[in-house]
């Protein structure tokens, strides 16, 4: 034992990372996800969404155990393949991989073979020759992620592909609302801001409307698509009519590219106008509830006080994030041969 002045001994040293045993706890659901794939929302039943719903929801206990890593994933590899940089999602995915004993791989666009005139059909040929189990996907064009999923033999997970869909968002953004409000069905969602090109706020609109929930989507002219209201969603182009009544007011992100230009004049305006903040939040109910996917673009799209206040679900969002994808890992490796 070393001793130091005063014959205080020092405290033992620890080499390297503390590496948690994978426990057998499994949760209790046995929910198994019909569908090879998790490509979107769409084509979900309201029935495999509420089960992916409860499978997160036991996550969520795990994961504020001590120890929190199970085994149901050991000896399975997770491949993360991100065309976009991505830090939270990308980040979640690897987490949740690991918490539940995979072998996880991390693969960057600015890595990839792609960047040397690789097709992605022939990335994918590549791919398949490592025999992964599960592929998770982020691409910058609608479609990509379908067409890997198409070449290869492993399960395929949509990390969000151009302006189509992300539907782990939607699942943990759904998650968060359940928790807090204790339903879906029956609220009212205002989703605010760039609805034109959000896979995000696709994904949500079609999980509230399978669950029963009242969609309305607020947004300037020039950020709404065209014939939106087949989706079956009301439209406000103003924020105290989109907030009047809302029990969540989820607000997007404002791409950078579009924050000047033909889309909004400038962020200053955008802000003034279409900018959640105190003024703007009273319009809706007085227990209503902030949700934004991030990143946040402070003082664009949202306010500080409002971020950092007392209704706002955006840090908890974070930790939903982890504990859907594992029940969507989870879910899917449950079909997986000699699982």
């Known amino acids: 034992m070393m001793w130091v002045a005063g014959n205080l001994p020092l405290p033992p040293v620890l080499h390297g990372p503390i590496d948690l045993p994978l426990m057998n706890i499994a949760p209790k659901s046995s929910f198994v996800l019909s569908h090879r794939h998790l490509l979107g929302i769409e ?3 309201a029935a495999e969404i509420t089960g992916l719903l409860d499978l997160g929801e036991e996550f969520v206990s795990l994961n504020r155990q001590v120890e929190k890593k199970t085994a149901s994933l050991r000896g399975r590899t997770q491949i993360n393949m991100f065309f976009e940089n991505s830090t939270r999602t990308q980040a979640s995915f690897e987490l949740a991989g690991k918490r539940l004993g995979a072998d996880v791989m991390n693969m960057s666009a600015s890595s990839s073979s792609m960047n040397k005139g ?9 791919l398949n020759a490592m025999h992964p189990d599960i592929l998770v996907v982020r691409h910058h064009a609608s479609g990509a992620v379908e067409l890997l999923a198409s070449k290869l033999d ?15 968002q939607a699942l943990l953004d759904a998650l968060t609302i359940r928790r807090n409000k204790g339903r879906i069905e029956g609220l009212l969602v205002a989703i605010c801001g760039d609805i034109l090109h959000s896979r995000v706020a696709r994904s949500n609109i079609i999980l509230l409307n399978a669950l029963g929930a009242r969609v309305r989507v607020v947004a300037p002219t020039t950020l ?3 014939g939106i ?9 103003d924020m105290r009519e989109g907030l009047n009544g809302a029990d969540i007011v989820m607000m997007l992100r404002l ?5 000047n230009g033909s889309f ?6 955008y802000f003034h106008y279409w900018g959640l903040d105190e003024k703007k939040l009273a319009y809706a109910k007085p227990d209503a509830l902030v949700m934004h996917p991030g990143p946040m673009n402070r003082g664009v799209e949202i306010d500080s006080i409002v971020a950092d206040g007392a209704q706002s679900l955006i840090r908890e969002q974070v930790e939903m994030g982890v504990a859907i994808r594992m029940a969507v890992l989870e879910a899917l490796s449950r079909n997986l041969p000699n699982a």
């Open 43 to 45: 084509g979900l039943s």
């Open 118 to 126: 690789e097709t992605l059909v022939d990335t994918a040929m590549t």
């Open 154 to 168: 492993c399960s395929v997970i949509n990390a969000g592909d151009g302006t189509h869909e992300h539907p782990t």
């Open 224 to 226: 709404l698509p065209s």
């Open 229 to 237: 209201e087949r989706m079956g969603v009301e439209v406000a182009r």
């Open 255 to 259: 791409q950078r590219e579009r924050m």
């Open 264 to 269: 909004v004049p400038s962020v200053s305006e």
